[in-house]
């Protein structure tokens, strides 16, 4: 029985806070915008970026920095703050730390650890568009403005269709894979310094009026998105159930400006063996057709269950750094 106690006492924190967050989010998805973190980031950042951009290159570029460094520094502590403020509270309330307090606190910080990721959200907004499709191709362009930043005016029904599979592919990172990555590495603080680092490329990381602004927004993001943007690429093709080629993975990667966005679509677009355009910049898997109401279907599948296959990593990598640390023996 002990063992079983030692084997939960690993086991629990490492596993439930990331399966809590991502069945209240399946659940209830995404809390009002005044009680969510991300929006407090967006207000933020939406404050002081217009500023920055009234700025000389340099000037803005410093600025830009430094605005990114106290929101950074501001998130991670509240982050760490709320962890801390849970295990203080538990251990409270039960000093032994047994294994209904361990539960306890791991509840609480998956509750904390949703708003930090988006899955259901970027679901339906992804099935939204391919049902207004079905209605109309303007209908599909309207739907499709709530997901991408870029314009779809011009874009025709197949435009559509491969742009929302497109942003369900990078979004699969940014929204969940990514934040539960760093969640697994640095707790809240990390998920939360995340989710603020992608927000603020999101909003700054552009060129033209923020060239220089967000300069320092962009290439954060795309240090922080490195690894879990290749992890993304292979938990699709574990959830396919296909082996592609490194070399194809690579190669369609290499043709989006991104270094991070081309690895999961250029993935998804090998899995589907289905073109993938953004007008103008670049073509994935040129010589495929494009992609029909089925394939929406099969990338969204796909990418439910590379989300499982993400909270597994990121249970494992968990696992793997509290086995890294020493471990205060229970009742100690």
């Given at each position: ?14 596993l439930?806070p990331?399966l809590?967050a991502?069945?209240?989010d ?7 915008n ?8 967006g207000h ?8 920055l ?7 803005a570029?410093?600025?830009g920095?430094m ?6 520094l501001l ?14 509270l538990?251990v409270?309330?039960?000093p ?12 609480a910080v ?23 499709l079905a209605e ?7 739907r ?9 005016q ?13 942003s ?15 969640f ?25 009026r ?11 993001d ?9 992890i993304t ?5 574990l ?5 592609l080629?490194?070399?194809?993975m ?7 400006p ?34 029909a109401p089925?394939?929406?279907a ?11 296959w ?9 696992l ?6 020493p ?6």
């Amino acid at each position: 029985m002990s063992l079983v106690h030692e084997a939960l006492g690993w086991l629990i924190p490492a596993l439930l806070p990331s399966l809590v967050a991502l069945l209240v989010d399946r659940c209830w998805g995404e809390p009002p915008n005044w009680a969510h973190p991300v929006v407090w980031m967006g207000h933020y950042l939406g404050l002081l970026g217009p500023a920055l951009t009234r700025l000389p290159p340099s000037l803005a570029l410093l600025g830009g920095a430094m605005a990114w460094l106290f929101g950074a520094l501001l998130t991670a502590a509240m982050g760490l703050s709320i962890e801390i403020l849970i295990l203080g509270l538990v251990v409270w309330h039960d000093p032994d730390a047994g294994l209904l307090s361990q539960t306890l606190q791991a509840l609480a910080v998956g509750l904390a650890l949703k708003p930090l990721l988006a899955w259901r959200l970027l679901r339906d907004e992804v099935a939204a568009v391919e049902r207004a499709l079905a209605e109309s191709a303007q209908s599909g362009r309207e739907r499709l403005s709530h997901l991408v930043s870029r314009d779809v005016q011009a874009l025709d029904a197949e435009g559509v269709r491969e742009s929302a599979i497109e942003s369900l592919a990078e979004n699969l990172n940014d929204s969940v894979v990514a934040p539960l990555f760093w969640f697994a590495l640095g707790g809240l603080a990390g998920a939360a310094l995340y989710r603020f680092a992608n927000t603020a490329d999101a909003m700054w990381g552009y060129r033209g009026r923020y060239e220089w602004a967000g300069k320092w927004a962009a290439r954060v993001d795309d240090a922080l998105s490195w690894l879990p943007a290749r992890i993304t690429a292979f938990l699709l093709c574990l959830a396919a159930g296909r082996r592609l080629s490194l070399d194809a993975m690579r190669r369609e990667a290499a043709v989006t400006p991104s270094p991070n966005g081309g690895w999961p679509m250029g993935t998804m677009a090998l899995l589907l063996n289905v073109r993938l355009r953004k007008p103008a910049v670049y073509t994935l898997h040129a010589s495929a057709p494009s992609p029909a109401p089925a394939d929406t279907a099969r990338a969204l599948a796909w990418c439910q269950a590379a989300v499982w296959w993400a909270l597994a990593c990121g249970a494992a990598l968990a696992l793997l750094c509290t086995g890294l640390l020493p471990r205060v023996p229970s009742g100690a």
